[in-house]
């Protein structure tokens, strides 16, 4: 599958919190548990310094404060740009500010079947990355 970067030599990811980032679906913070490899290929990935990520989440505020606090707890939130918002460098693309995240990729459970294998991610943002 290709990829039109919205800004050329770079990939902004959008994320889902639950079931995506975490095994848990709900909101049970002292339960969640990363996906294996969610944390060793988001900042893999970063490291390159192609890819930009931000949470895409339907949480509202308490429970994006939770999310907040164990994306902190694990060493995770440095790496996103926003939470719930959009990426600073397409907002000044486009003149308003949408509902939606802009992003060049989605990663959310619910579009995965409830499967996510951050392995595969990786290995596909990697083509995509050397398309580039």
């Known amino acids: 599958m290709a990829i039109t970067p919205i800004i050329k030599g770079k990939i902004f990811i959008a994320l ?9 679906q709900e909101d049970n913070f002292g339960e969640y548990q990363l996906q ?12 390159t310094g192609k890819v930009h990520f931000g949470i895409w989440s339907c949480r509202s505020e308490p429970q994006m404060r939770t999310a ?25 693309i486009y003149e308003n500010p949408n509902r939606k995240s802009s992003a060049d990729i989605y990663i959310d459970d ?7 294998d951050w392995v595969d991610i990786y290995i596909r943002v990697m083509d995509i990355i050397n398309k580039l």
């Open 16 to 24: 889902d919190f639950d079931g995506t980032i975490t095994t848990e």
């Open 36 to 47: 294996p490899f969610c944390k060793e290929v988001i900042m893999a990935l970063h490291n």
């Open 68 to 92: 907040k606090a164990f994306l902190e707890k694990e060493g995770l939130l440095e790496y996103m740009e926003h939470l719930n918002g959009d990426f600073k460098e397409l907002m000044e």
């Open 110 to 116: 619910r579009a995965m079947w409830g499967e996510i």
